[in-house]
Each structure stands twice: as structure tokens, then as C-alpha cells.
């Protein structure tokens, strides 16, 4: 297809993949009510006398400020849970748009990517999840005793959301990587000779992604993606150890040379033409012959 071709395919993908998150959206808005009291749940809420309860060292008062905040809520929940909730279309509409410029084998890989990638962003969302209550108390925690924090809705949904997003997308990561070295583009040799850079950057990823500034919400997102790399690394390894079983020049870069076959065989079923016999295969080159080719060639 032409250049304006390709810009109008990417803009139909990206059409269909803003319209099925409005259309969950949309869903999500009539129950806005029970998701906001499901995002706001890890959150240490305090007693009827505004102490924590039983169990908990410190509490938080959640307060809503501004005549537009119950509005605004409304938005960003059901905006949250319509990004999670249209996670498969918006997954496979780009595999769409390259689709048509794989090879069959590569289109195997992509359907691969699309049925894991969906369970590990939303893996990613419940483990931001998982990790709130944790990280909301270690927050909390900074706070003078006898002091009560009063929370503004607004600023704490800010940081449930952004959490679970950029977990969804982290956990992403690996298979990304894996991706590459199914279609040749990365090695497992040099995913692992990356592995100081690779658990740095994940570091530095997390620090820069996870909102809050504690160390518990930045480690809570790196370690799993550490974890997950490591075992795309091993998944790598394995493939290229395959690969090198098949076809015993996988291993060569580009720069060098394969093996040269030089064995000469009779040709099956040869007749005669015009009354000429088919030559028949010469006797075999001998080895020190062969090597001195192969020198040659090199």
C-alpha cells in the first residue's frame, strides 16, 4: 500500500481501539459508585471516632473538595476500568496493522502475543492491586502520631490508576523481549549479557513510573519485572538452543561464512537427451581438496 494507505490503516486501528474503550467506559460509569468503593477499599480508613481501628497504627480520613470532584471521579473510574476492561481489542489492533507484512510464522507469534499479553497487563493491574494497601499504609506511616490525614479523593484515585496502568504496561515488558527473540531480532546470549543494564533500567523505570516516592511502591513494581525478564531470558536460551539444533548455522553472524557442502550426487531419474548419456557423479573430493577450497573462498 501507498504511504496515505498505511496512515489511514493506523488511524481505523486506532479508532477501534478508542471506540471499544469508550464503549467499556461508558459500561463502567453505571457502576462508578461500586468501583470507586472497590479502589478505595486498601486505603486504612479510620473509626467513627477518627482513631484507626483495631489493627492499624495509623488511619486516613478520604475527603471530597470541589463542587466538580464527584464528577471529575466519575471520569477517571470509569475511564480506568474501560482501559483495563477493552485490554484485548486495543492489543489486537495493532497486531492488525502489521499483520499483513509477516510471514505465517510470525503471524503464529503475534496471536501468541495477544493471548499472553492480555492476562499479564491485567496481572499487572490486580498486583498494583495487591500492593496498595501496603503502599498506602507505608505513606500514612510518615505521619505524626495524634495527627489524622485527611486524604483528597481526587489525589489518591490519581495514584490508584496510575499505579495500575503503568503495572499493566511494565508486565509487558518480557514478553516484548521474548517477541524480538522469536523473529530473530535478539539473542538469548545477549538479553543475558544485558542483565546488569536491563535490572538497572527496570530501577530506574519503576522510580520514575511508581507516583509515590517510597521505596515499597518502587520495589513492588521492579522486582516482579526483574523476575519476568530473567524468565524471558530463559525462554530465549532455549529457543536459540532449538533453533541451533535445527540449523546448524543459527549461531553465525552475518559477517561470517557457513559451512560449504561440496559433495557432488547423481542426479535421480536422469535420461538420456539427443542421444548423450547423463554424466554420472564424480568420485568424491578428497578432504585436504576441501579445505583448500573453503580457504580459498574464505
Not at 510470525?106 to 497487563?121: D, Q
Amino acid at each position: 500500500m501507498a504511504l496515505a494507505d498505511h496512515l489511514r490503516e493506523l488511524r481505523n486501528r486506532l479508532v477501534k481501539s478508542l471506540l471499544a474503550i469508550i464503549f467499556f467506559t461508558i459500561i463502567a460509569a453505571f457502576f462508578n459508585k461500586r468501583l470507586l468503593d472497590f479502589l478505595i477499599a486498601p486505603l486504612p480508613a479510620c473509626g467513627p471516632d477518627g482513631h484507626p481501628v483495631p489493627g492499624d497504627e495509623h488511619c486516613a480520613q478520604v475527603s471530597n473538595i470541589g463542587l466538580l470532584t464527584p464528577f471529575t471521579l466519575v471520569l477517571k473510574v470509569s475511564l480506568t476500568a474501560g482501559v483495563v476492561a477493552a485490554t484485548p481489542v486495543w492489543l489486537y489492533q495493532p497486531w492488525k496493522f502489521v499483520a499483513p507484512g509477516l510471514h505465517q510464522h510470525e503471524k503464529r507469534y503475534s496471536i501468541s502475543f495477544l493471548a499472553i499479553g492480555t492476562p499479564l497487563f491485567l496481572a499487572g493491574a490486580a498486583f498494583a492491586y495487591l500492593v496498595m494497601p501496603m503502599t498506602a499504609q507505608m505513606l500514612i506511616s510518615f505521619v505524626a502520631d495524634g495527627v489524622t490525614s485527611i486524604v483528597p479523593v481526587e489525589d489518591y484515585l490519581d495514584l490508584v490508576t496510575r499505579m495500575v496502568l503503568v503495572f499493566g504496561a511494565g508486565f509487558e515488558l518480557p514478553l516484548f523481549l521474548v517477541m524480538l527473540n522469536l523473529v530473530g531480532v535478539l539473542t538469548g546470549r545477549r538479553m543475558l549479557g544485558w542483565w546488569r543494564a536491563m535490572v538497572m533500567g527496570i530501577t530506574v523505570f519503576a522510580a520514575f513510573a511508581t507516583p509515590s516516592a517510597d521505596p515499597v511502591s518502587m520495589l513492588a513494581l521492579a522486582a516482579p519485572i526483574w523476575a519476568l525478564y530473567f524468565i524471558a531470558v530463559g525462554i530465549s536460551l532455549m529457543n536459540d538452543k532449538r533453533k541451533a539444533a535445527r540449523n546448524p548455522d543459527a549461531g553465525l553472524s552475518d559477517e561470517e561464512a557457513s559451512e560449504v557442502d561440496l559433495t557432488v550426487e547423481s542426479v535421480a531419474g536422469a535420461e538420456s537427451v539427443g542421444g548423450v548419456e547423463p554424466v554420472e557423479a564424480p568420485a568424491p573430493i578428497p578432504a585436504a581438496r576441501r579445505d583448500q577450497i573453503d580457504d580459498d573462498i574464505t
